[in-house]
């Protein structure tokens, strides 16, 4: 629908595929953290750190070439919310970490290693679609499972709050416990942000 | 101020009426299932998942024909932000009666009937103005009384939060009261961005 | 990299340093509250109420010019954006300072003084920064600095946090706390927001 002017510029392409490349990178770290030790935990909090660091950096090559040229592959506030909705899972899933070793958590909510399951699949979807982005090809079936996948952390996201209040009597555990599993929910949230905005580019080149 | 290119699209005003009225009937679902029991309220919360998923629809179709369309009757931004504020009460409404039946509250706060019967004039209010978009003629008074409404459901907020920190003793109760309390704060805030908007979009056609 | 059609509209850059200059006294304010007694922070938090409207009256005369001109300094959304952004940090502060009052909050965890003066630091900074606008010089000094004091600001607030859940067995105190602690580093948030729309603006004009 719209015109193009100029051949497309591929870097959006490569930098959205080595930003998603971090969320992967990050929900692993997450999963790993999860099985650790004390110790272990720590340490890998701190790999998160470097991990958001390096998408940070990327995140601002893309504002920044924004800013700098005319002429974009699709429409600049769907790339600069792109980049923002990445970076934001990032973040979400870095304070997850950082929260478990903080407050010197000893057990996590039984459930918890579900949800951060979904996390993964959620990332490597998003981290395949991104290069499709260039061809528009083959995107439906991504957000569609998307917001499946979104659906399903957000039921097993209330049964593990239902469990957390029936089963937790300690409320300074509980309030540790439950800011824990609502940035989790966050971090779904935020693929299906991404999702969201990947239709609505994919909708306005139609 | 803006050229008119081709008639309206009148399609977006029917539109945002469709998805003021899932509002209201949102709305009556939360006021009705304050006074029900534990049985009515989980039937209740499963009504209010499926008016949800109808303004979902809605505010789905109303960002698909934004993409797919170059003369919109005002602009684009407003038009997408104006259909995810109202989304966005609808969201936030429907978590209060599912937190509600999750934490299994036994009583709620004194003072959450009032902040309901707020949320209810905003929602009439902002049923009532979303045809005279059309127009743009009697919009003023809508918008000064949502913010009339919004600073009286502040200070409400503000008072029940602190009667609840004065008469409640279990800690664990808090948080659950606390966090369906401050959700109804986010819906009547969430007026208030409609508001916003619709004064913003005024303003630009005047 | 923008044409330039008309003289600058000056306007703004008063406006953006007047609203800067009411988040100045806020900070002032709140770090008042901090060393006041109960009384005197009661008066203190009714002054910050009205800081709070003179913002909002500001904020408000942006986005209303904003609606009716053609012609603005800088892109419409930056300025919306940066308005806005400045607005959130009077709204979390005032926030802050209310919750205090509310929570008849006894002793405030004992960094908190350290994190009201990296705001204090912030708010000047970028009060002196608002003027440069206009010319689009030595605001590099500007944000580098504010990125340099949020990323203390965000290690002090995890230090804040481990302390108060080691120190704090009365889990009702710890919400309250929690709260108030959380709201500060909000508002340290939002200067880096402020910062990034400025480091976004000067790239643009560059």
Request: glycine share 4%; aromatic share 6%; with cysteine.
């Amino acid at each position: 629908m719209r015109l193009r002017l100029t051949p497309r510029d591929t870097t959006y392409f490569d930098l959205f595929t080595t930003l998603a490349g971090h969320v992967v990178t990050g929900v692993g770290l997450l999963a790993e953290l999860l099985g650790a030790d004390k110790a272990g935990r720590k340490e890998i909090a701190a790999r998160f750190v470097q991990v958001e660091h390096e998408a940070d950096a990327v995140a601002h090559e893309i504002t920044m070439r924004l800013n700098q040229t005319f002429v974009t592959p699709f429409d600049r506030d769907d790339i600069y919310g792109l980049a923002n909705a990445l970076d934001d899972i990032i973040d979400a899933m870095e304070e997850a970490c950082d929260l478990i070793v903080l407050y010197k958590v000893e057990e996590l909510p039984r459930r918890v290693p579900e949800v951060v399951q979904v996390l993964q699949r959620c990332a490597e979807l998003t981290h395949d679609a991104m290069p499709r982005l260039r061809t528009m090809e083959e995107l439906r079936e991504y957000w569609t499972e998307i917001h499946l996948l979104e659906h399903q952390a957000d039921r097993l996201h209330r049964k593990l709050l239902a469990h957390l209040f029936e089963e937790t009597t300690d409320a300074i555990t509980l309030i540790k416990l439950k800011e824990i599993v609502d940035v989790l929910e966050d971090a779904c949230d935020g693929f299906e942000r991404v999702a969201t905005l990947v239709e609505t580019i994919a909708l306005k080149e139609s």
